[in-house]
């Protein structure tokens, strides 16, 4: 069992910064891929970075230049940088995890209860 934590998350305005930590427990931390997903009010969640064991890397195109997906195997964390935010990226963030996947996470096995982020002048 793997229990994921995220933090990170709060109001910022647009144009600013935040970063996502996804803290994970558990000893095979690194042989997961992990992935941030998330969902806006009235729509479906979706995947918007994954990154493998190996450090792999997808990001979906809105977020591409703008979010870094880093992974610290030492400390079972994962990070979300996100710069340049805009009111679009208003959602609750979620944490995902999935052994032995790839940076899609086709199929996480699980996930974290969520953060919120607010994008907003």
């Known amino acids: 069992q793997v229990q994921l934590v995220e933090s990170g998350g709060g109001l910022v305005q647009p144009g600013g910064s935040l970063r996502l930590s996804c803290a994970a427990s558990g000893s095979s931390f690194r042989f997961y891929a992990m992935g941030w997903y998330r969902q806006a009010p009235g729509k479906q969640r979706e995947l918007i970075a994954g990154?493998?064991?190996?450090?792999?890397?997808y990001y979906t195109d809105s977020v591409k230049g703008r979010f870094t997906n880093s992974r610290d195997n030492a400390k079972n964390t994962v990070y979300l940088q996100m710069n340049s935010l805009k009111p679009e990226d208003t959602a609750v963030y979620y944490c995902a995890a999935e052994k032995y996947g790839s940076s899609l996470l086709v199929r996480p096995d699980y996930w974290g209860q969520g953060t919120q982020v607010t994008v907003s002048s």
């Open positions: 990154i493998t064991s190996a450090g792999s890397t």
